[in-house]
Structures are given as C-alpha cells and as structure tokens.
C-alpha cells in the first residue's frame, strides 16, 4: 500500500527530476536530456497524485477515468500541435500553453470555492479556512491575468488577426495607467472582501477583473518587447500554478510552479538587460509604448541609398573571408533557412574559413528562438556564441552575414541617445570590416526604427527570401 512516506519520497524524485530539467534545458547540447527528465519527473507527479487520491479515498474511480480520459484527450491534442507547429510559430504556441495553464488554475480554484471538501479544504459544510481563501484568490487571479495576457501575446506574435489588440503596434490611450491602478485596486478589494465572506460575488468579481487586467498589462507592449513578454507570462503561469498548489496543500504542485515562476522571472530579468528595460516596468506592463513614436520611416529616411549586391557576390566575399560570423534573425525563420545555412558553412569551413554564429538573447520571438533552430539544423554547439562571448570579436571579423535580423544590429542603439532603443545590447556587426546583410526590403523592424547598419558603406545588402539567397550562395561557393 501507497505510505505518506512513500508518497513525499516520490515527489522529491518528481522535483529532482524538474530541477534537472530545468539545468538540461540551459544549453543546446543537454536539452534533450532536460526534456526526458522533464517528462519523467511528471509522469512520476501525475501517477503519485492518482494514487494518493485513490487511497485517500477523496476521488472514486469515475472520476479517476474522467481524468484519465482528459489526460488522452490532452496528451493527444498536444502531440499533434507540437508535431505540426512550424519553428515561426513555436513563440505562439508557447504563449497558448502558457494561457492554458493560467486557465486550468483559474477552474481548479473555482472547483476548490465551489466544493471545497471534495479537496480536503474544508468538511462537508464548513466554510473555506481564512488562508485557503487567500491562497485560491491569489491563484485565481494570477491565473486570469495570465490566460488573457497570454490570449493577447498569442495574437501579437501570428500577427493574423484583424483585431486592433492583436497587432505588434502598442496600443495606448491617454489615463491608461491610472485604469489599471484602480482596477488592480478594485481586484485586491474583492479579493479581501472574498477572504473575510467567502461569497460568491467579490469572487466572480475578482476574476473578471483580473481578466481585463491580463488583456489592459499586454496591449501597451509592442511587437519588439514580445520576446520578453513571453518569459514573463512563463513566470506568472508558475506562479498560478504554485498559488492553486498552497490551497490543495499539494507539495509537488508548489515546488514545480515555484521553479516555473522563478526562473522565468530570472529570464525576465535577462532578457530586460538585453533590450536595456526596466524589469519593474515590465511587470507593470508599463513598457514598450515609446516604439509607438518611432513606428515607420520619414521620407527622407526613405530616400536614402544603400549598396546592393547578388547573392554570388556574397559568395565571393565570404569565401575569401578568414572569418565570417553569421547573425541569424526572425527573417532565417520565416524562410526556414537553416538547413540552407548549415550547408553554405560546411562549404566555407571546408574552405578553411573559420566560421561562427553569434546569437542575440531576443533574436527572434521568443528567448532561445535562435539557439533552437540551430540546433534543428544541427550546426555545431561550439560555433554558436552568445552576444556578451563573441561581441568583443567583432573588430577582428572580416564578414558578418546578417539574416533576417534588424534591432539586435541597429547601432542606433550604441550611437543616438535619442533613440527608442538606446542602451539596448547589440551585436556589434558594424564594427567588422565587410556587413552583409539580406532581407526581403527595406522595411523596419519589429521596433518601426530605420537600421543605420544597412547605409554603412561597408554593408552590402543582398534582398530576397533568406532561404533562396543562401541557397544561390551555398551554389556559388566552389
């Protein structure tokens, strides 16, 4: 029979498991391992909680074959997205399982107030414990504003939606953070109220206000700020989890939710270092409204000149290069190119040039964006480097091949005070002796901001899909 004893000591395997996960999934090269560790550490949490419910006696087997049932339906629907889901929209579907989670702890806290004996809350007619209540209000409402925040962020990054809300520009208004002052207030009041009655009605309350709350946070943040977004709606949506864990005096559900919510706050953290943000600003939604002003180019901007030059150009420079860096963006996504590259590197190297990646931490959509399709190319670990390990190279490098990135390069960043993105991190392309770089247009990035980068005379612009453009390149190197 299934001890207590038994019980803690499987949930501590459970947790190792997460934590193990969560150092495997730091670097390309153990992620897979962190991934299988992950994955065991659940599957041991799921079983053991399944079997404590039975012997406890708080769940028959009905209900245990609903949850069964909702685990194949779940698992099932969850296979066939990840299997479908293309690298572009992996930061989507990344937002929609973050909502998920935000919601599912939104129904087990209004389960918990509803039948609150059926979780060994409180006996059969007794009211919700003071700190219960506390506990399932901050679940509740951490879980509303991370499903709708989530809803909006999924929206922001597949960028299909007609909605005003769900575009990349930042949608402000004038008193917009008062409103959310006084309906944060008004949450925490009804959260109060719901502590010291347990009536329904502040609860519901709560809950939709903690809903507009999670949709008012997002929409001010613009489409250059999503990768940063993302991280953090991964640490509210452990910290949801941990807050419904406390109230079911579930440990295994607090110790994964409080290692979810932490290191996405920690990443959080980085990521605002990288894009030069206020971390506290971020929490607030108070930030990404100054791209707003910079959105589009003036004419005279649009007038300027820049080098072009073919693909058999590029061939030409970076097959008599000594070193080359390769600065891959969202743009290598969308084209889906990294297989193309990979083979235009194996070229070059078999050259005897030496070639390198260097990887910004908000390239792309989401934190890792890069490092992943890399990896799904399997270009070598040791040739990717992060900006802070290969940026004081720059000055030595003969080429630098920009794909499909813009902000992560623009040196606006290092040289106009004035610029929405001053202070931000870059990569220190302009620094290198020749800058390729290839995209469809001239169009701005996600930041709306003119790259100075692109007029250098050093630069070369070679325009068209990433993936053709490499392709003719990978042709021309003989």
């Known amino acids: 029979m299934l001890s207590l004893n038994v019980v803690t000591l499987l949930y501590l395997i459970a947790s ?79 937002a929609f399982m973050h909502s998920m989670i935000g919601l599912a702890a939104v129904c087990i806290a209004i389960a918990a107030v509803a039948e609150p004996h059926a979780f060994a809350i409180a006996a059969p007619g007794q009211p919700i414990p003071t700190g219960n209540r506390i506990e399932l209000f901050i679940g509740t409402f951490v879980g509303a504003i991370t499903f709708s925040g989530s809803v909006i962020a999924f929206g922001k990054l597949s960028g299909r939606y007609k909605l005003r809300v769900f575009r990349g520009a930042p949608v402000v208004f004038a008193g917009q953070h008062m409103l959310n002052l006084l309906l944060a207030a008004a949450m925490l009041g009804c959260g109060v109220w719901f502590a010291a009655t347990q009536l329904w009605l502040p609860y519901v309350a709560m809950a939709a206000l903690a809903f507009v709350l999670g949709v008012l946070i997002i929409i001010p943040i613009g489409g250059a700020d999503m990768p940063v977004v993302v991280s953090m709606l991964n640490s509210y949506s452990g910290w949801a989890a941990a807050g419904i864990g406390f109230s079911l005096n579930n440990p295994m559900l607090i110790i994964a939710g409080s290692l979810v919510g932490s290191s996405g706050a920690i990443l959080s953290y980085i990521m605002c270092k990288a894009m030069n943000r206020s971390f506290f600003n971020v929490i607030l939604g108070g930030f990404g409204s100054d791209a707003a002003g910079a959105a589009g180019a003036s004419p005279q901007q649009q007038q300027r000149s820049v080098k072009s030059g073919s693909p058999d150009d590029a061939a030409f420079m970076l097959a008599n290069a000594e070193t080359v860096v390769i600065v891959p963006g969202y743009g290598l996504a969308v084209a889906r190119a990294q297989h193309s590259l990979k083979e235009l590197t194996t070229k070059l190297a078999a050259k005897g040039v030496d070639v390198k990646y260097a990887i910004h931490p908000v390239a792309g959509r989401m934190p890792g964006h890069m490092n992943v399709l890399l990896a799904e190319a399997e270009v070598p670990y040791d040739q990717v480097f992060e900006m802070d390990d290969i940026n004081s190279d720059f000055g030595q490098v003969d080429v630098v091949l920009v794909l499909g990135a813009n902000d992560v390069v623009n040196p606006a960043a290092k040289n106009d005070p004035k610029s929405p993105i001053a202070g931000m991190p870059i990569l220190e392309a302009y620094r290198a002796r020749t800058v390729i770089v290839n995209k469809r247009s001239m169009a701005a990035g996600y930041a709306g901001l003119e790259n100075e980068l692109f007029y250098l005379d050093k630069t070369m612009m070679v325009f068209g899909d990433a993936k053709k453009v490499v392709e003719d390149m990978a042709k021309a190197v003989e």
């Open 16 to 94: 190792v498991c997460f934590i193990q996960a969560l150092k495997g999934l730091s670097h390309p090269a153990t992620s897979r391992l962190g991934n299988t560790f992950g994955m065991a550490g659940m599957a041991i949490a799921v079983l053991t909680t399944a079997a404590l419910t039975v012997k406890l006696g708080s769940t028959p087997a009905a209900g245990l074959g609903w949850v069964g049932l909702g685990l194949l339906l779940g698992g099932t629907a969850g296979t066939i997205m990840t299997r479908r889901v293309e690298m572009t929209k992996m930061p989507e579907l990344v």
